[in-house]
Nanobody, 126 residues
């Protein structure tokens, strides 16, 4: 298990974009980890929004973000990113990345993963 680190959260107006990044602790890459992104809004359950396998060849998206969010890997940096476009107020939440090693496939189920980040806040408001 690793303590993953998310970065890139912040505040943005509706229609704006943010890019989140997920990294391992110093000295660890995520190249052999399947990665998932999750979010939790106040008073709501954790929602799985995207996942990617270790080769970056299989991705999954929740219907709520499909067509707006894009997950990717940067194996040179050993990170996994989530590009979020056309953000709306309902996207406001704490966003978490999660990893599973060794695993070829990703999942939108939080119980699939054994490594988690501390979360980063994304706020969308005018």
């Amino acid at each position: 298990q690793l303590a993953l680190v998310e970065s890139g959260g912040g505040s943005v107006q509706p229609g704006g974009s943010l890019r989140l990044s997920c990294a391992g602790p110093s000295g660890h890459t995520l190249n052999s980890y399947a990665i998932g992104w999750f979010r939790q809004a106040p008073g709501k359950e954790v929602e799985g929004i995207s996942s990617i396998n270790i080769y970056g060849t299989r991705t999954n998206y929740a219907d709520s973000v499909k067509g707006r969010f894009t997950i990717s890997r940067d194996d040179a940096k050993g990170t996994a990113d989530l590009q979020m476009n056309s953000l709306q107020p309902e996207d406001t939440a704490v966003y978490y990345c999660a990893g599973r090693h060794p695993s070829f496939l990703g999942s939108l189920r939080p119980e699939w993963y054994d490594s988690w980040g501390q979360g980063t806040q994304v706020t969308v408001s005018s």
